[in-house]
């Protein structure tokens, strides 16, 4: 049942991939009175989605890669409606709705998931380290949308000439609002979710956790949103520079992300 | 009437070129008198703004030599510009003028600013006494079409001024202007208008500097804004969110070295410089720096390009009209031109019919009163029967533009009229009120 209203959700954002296409092939602003509302229905349906298989499994669990792209989806969009709340505007989006899309889409295939078998993830404390990670993951996320549209604003204003895309981006004032305040929402959750990790993990491995490359890349990645929130507070760097950082962070995140494969501390498989 | 019109606008030149045909204010009155004087030219009127630099002319006889003139007023060759330059003659000068005061010719169409600078070159020109007579009359009619295409089509309602593009570009840039600031570097109208709109739209304080230290602190004083010794300008500069340059300076004031330590001084906050003054004072450099926007007068102009489409439908009954009104004034000039003619050649004919009775009145004896009056009579009659199609044949003529000048000089050569055309300026109304006295005869 939960795989139903997932793959309900993954067509309403659907809709939200199609717009930000749309936008990017330059056909215009086609589904921007429907995105919206679609979005938002997804939201509640991944919502649904969720709820269900946690009450499935009797606990809350990450039971599967499948729920924990789920739930990074879900993040995800949590954060872009709050800001959507905040500027009415749903530019972000435009990177967002992909990154939701591939993962929700991803975790609503139904294939045979990989349990994550391993007892450790009965422990409470995992889900709370997951969700700040993610909520983080999602800042940045958010933040790097913005920085990228920062450059389009950036350079249609530059360029002088009156094209659709600068019309439909918001100021770039805003946009440049956005990102920021996205990465300062974002920060404390993943200072909060990497010390959370941490801590389970010494308790677990003892100190020697560290030399493992999902756990030095999370920290790099750490470490490259500490030097944004850095630059940003002691430079102002925006624009150009700030969205190289962002683009840094964002591939790092990735790579902290795809490096559960190889990593011995966070494979949740039981051996 | 011989007129002609020389000019650069914003559509044929680019600013590089505007700015070498740009007169400054200072320097227009000499301009003007410089042109009125020059050989072959009997009235002028120079406009300069910095949109377009137009050169109006009535001329002797049509063939001034206008490559000459532009080298005098200029000191270069204008040559090399020639295909930037425009040029037109009679009707077309007559449309042109009336098309650029009701603003129709302006790169934003409708914006109210151009009537204000053609009606200040038309002062400035009668000031030193190069526009008279014909002139006048044009320039006075061009006032009132302006007037008429602005009470009866909404090209002016709905115009959008150079000053509200740089508003909206800048909302672009900062989303509300709540507490931006605002520098006015020179204070001129344009830095003024532009900064009453920003105003408008929130923003809060205005700094103004310029080269008369009394200039700025009045224009302060109007915006209750803070007026900024010109030698300071480029510390106190970064205080600025916005930027307005418009001086008169002959090089770019901010370059972009100035760009970079303004950015380190605001901590890479964007600027927006709004470039107004012709030649520019901003390097357009400038714009490559991230966080800086610089747009010129030239910029702003594609920025309105959408908004001028909107508005064709209008723009195009504003152009019936100023269409009508050229017909119009062409007509009353035209027969304005034969004027001159059907005058002296009734005064010539009135001269010999008076030389003739003198003659023969010794001979006549005394006459009775109505013999007198018959006499009159006769000879007024055969004056007026030889005169009748001279005269209709002019008029007619007036109205069929191509014949006007042939038929005028035929009348002149036949009846040994002399030129009156020169002096036709000063008798300017003794010929209207012959014109209607010869009417009612």
Known sequence: ?271 | MNLVLIGVNHRTAPVEVREQFAIPEARLPEAVKELATYPGVEEGMIVSTCNRVELLARTTNGTADLDGLLKRLYGFDPTPYREHLYEYRERDAVRHVFRVASSLDSMVVGEPQILGQVKEAYATARAVGAVNSQLDALLTRAFAVAKRVRNETSVATSAVSVASVAVDLAKKIFGNLQGKAVYLVGAGKMCELSARHLLAHGAQQIYVANRTYDRAAALAKKFNGEAIPFDQLYETVPRADIVISSTGAPHAIFRKEHGERFLSRRRNRPMFFIDIAVPRDIDPEMNKLDGIFVYDIDDLQQVVTSHVADRRVEADRAEAIVQMEVEKFQGRLQTLDVVPTIVSLQEHLETVRQAEIDRVRGRLGTLTPEQELAVEALSRGIINKIMHTPITTLKSAARESSEVTTVIDLVRKLFGLRDARASAASQDDNVVTAAKTGARR
């Open chain 1, 1 to 271: 049942m939960p795989l139903i209203w997932l793959r309900v959700a993954v067509v309403c954002y659907g809709v939200g991939l199609v717009y930000s296409l749309l936008l990017l092939s330059k056909r215009g602003n086609l589904l921007g009175k429907i995105v919206e509302p679609a979005v938002g229905l997804g939201l509640i349906f991944h919502f649904v989605s969720l709820v269900e298989s946690t009450i499935q499994i009797g606990h809350l669990s990450l039971a599967s890669i499948h729920y924990s792209e789920s739930l990074l989806a879900f993040m995800a969009m949590v954060v872009f409606f709050v800001f959507f709340v905040g500027y009415r505007t749903t530019s972000p989006g435009i990177v967002i709705f992909p990154i939701v899309f591939v993962l929700t889409f991803a975790s609503a295939l139904g294939q045979k998931p990989v349990a994550l078998t391993s007892p450790l993830l009965r422990n409470g404390w995992i889900f709370v380290h997951v969700v700040l990670i993610f909520t983080g993951y999602a800042g940045l996320f958010l933040s790097f949308g913005a920085s990228l549209l920062y450059l389009a604003q950036e350079r249609a204003l530059k360029s002088k000439r009156q094209t659709q895309l600068l019309n439909w981006l918001p100021p770039l004032q805003t946009i440049d609002d956005i990102g920021y305040h996205a990465l300062l929402f974002g920060f404390p959750f993943m200072t909060f979710g990497i010390v959370t990790g941490s801590v389970l993990a010494i308790e677990k491995y003892g100190p020697m956790f560290f030399y493992d490359p999902k756990i030095l890349l999370s920290f790099l990645m750490w470490a490259v949103y500490l030097l944004l929130l850095y630059t940003r507070w002691t430079a102002g760097w925006r624009g150009r520079r700030a969205a190289f950082l962002a683009t840094v962070a964002f591939v790092v995140a990735i790579g902290a992300w795809a490096a559960n494969n190889f990593s011995r501390v966070h494979k949740f498989i039981a051996s």
